[in-house]
């Protein structure tokens, strides 16, 4: 795969990594739900090591996730684009939002977390993984 590239909506804040991801996953926490402003979240998780951000505006909003544990959400301060979290249960990985990606499409996901807080009319791939809440180690 070649460099992975992203940014927010107004373009103030980009990111890159030329680390292969790990896996693309689909999560429907209520979390994600609000801070995606959908039903749903797809994420796409890559090592931190090589990851850069390059821009003004880059901020960030900590709370607990799911786990109790905290989640760091990082976000344009400009535009207000979610762009990746660092979540406490995954040390050296970082949680890109796949809306953020310059191109989302060579992305599909592998799994569904969360999928006890799935919206009733979402329709989930059966025939992938699929976990009532995040898988335990």
């Not at 292969?20 to 995606?36: G, I, N, R």
């Not at 191109?103 to 599909?108: G, H, Q």
Request: glycine share 8%; hydrophobic share 35%; aromatic share 10%.
């Amino acid at each position: 795969m070649n460099n992975i590239n992203g940014s927010c909506l107004c373009g103030n804040v980009q990111y890159s990594t030329f680390a292969e991801p790990l896996m693309t996953a689909v999560c429907h926490c209520s979390d994600c739900q609000k801070q995606s402003g959908s039903a749903f979240s797809v994420n796409v998780l890559v090592p931190t090591e090589g990851f850069e951000v390059s821009g003004p505006g880059l901020c960030s909003y900590a709370s607990n996730g799911g786990s109790g544990l905290p989640v760091q959400r990082f976000f344009c301060s400009t535009c207000g684009s979610a762009l990746y979290s660092a979540v406490t249960t995954l040390p050296g990985l970082f949680v890109l939002k796949a809306g953020s990606l310059s191109d989302p499409s060579a992305f599909k996901p592998a799994v569904h977390l969360w999928c006890a807080s799935a919206q009733p009319w979402v329709a989930i791939d059966r025939s992938l993984a699929c976990y009532e809440q995040a898988p335990s180690e």
